[in-house]
């Protein structure tokens, strides 16, 4: 298991280290629950559901769908499947590995500002997705950085979309999502042809 591995197999459970936030995830499994849902159903406060719903949806448990000013949010089948092939690492012994230094020149060769590129050295390593931010301002910047990865004027279909997200993070189908959802890129009806959303003018 590499480094990166090791890291965002650690933030899965620790996420999953609250009684609340697994009765949650077997909640979500069934349809999206909001905020507010989740805090009758628990008799919490909707911070409280507030901040596990944003430690499950950093760990990529959780598919999140604004809608209006409101947040949907259900379980992501897929993270469950990458914990499943993560825990057979536990019963190997870990690689006699160097570790690798952080590559960040690329982030001090863009033309963003020192708050941006912040953003980017404390959620990426060696242009590799760590985590995803809970807060928007900061998951805005992701997207944007991710969007650059597609070329304006190019159609995709939703599988090469898939397969360039993936080279980033796993959670492709939360961050393909999102792209759309913040406008970064549009799509066809029924998701067949995605393309990026000029954001000049």
Request: a positive charge; hydrophobic letters at 40%; zero cysteines.
């Amino acid at each position: 298991m590499t480094d990166k591995q090791e890291l965002y197999f650690s933030m899965m459970l620790k996420a999953l280290a609250d009684d609340n936030r697994i009765q949650m995830l077997r909640l979500m499994s069934e349809r999206e629950y909001t905020v507010t849902e989740l805090a009758q159903i628990f008799g919490l406060s909707e911070p409280t559901i507030s901040h596990h719903v944003s430690k499950l949806h950093a760990a990529g448990f959780l598919h999140r769908r604004v809608a209006a000013n409101q947040r949907f949010y259900i379980l992501n089948p897929r993270q469950i499947e990458i914990l499943q092939q993560n825990l057979v690492f536990l019963t190997r012994p870990p690689e006699n590995v160097q570790r690798e230094k952080p590559d960040y020149a690329w982030i001090d060769s863009l033309d963003w500002s020192d708050a941006d590129k912040k953003v980017l050295r404390d959620y990426t390593t060696n242009r590799k997705l760590t985590q995803l931010p809970t807060r928007e301002k900061k998951w805005l910047v992701i997207l944007r950085w991710i969007a650059t990865k597609f070329e304006m004027g190019v159609l995709y279909t939703e599988k090469e979309v898939n397969q360039i997200i993936t080279q980033i993070h796993p959670d492709y189908a939360t961050i393909r999502r999102n792209l759309v959802e913040y406008n970064f890129m549009d799509r066809e009806v029924g998701g067949k042809t995605y393309w990026l959303i000029s954001k000049e003018g």
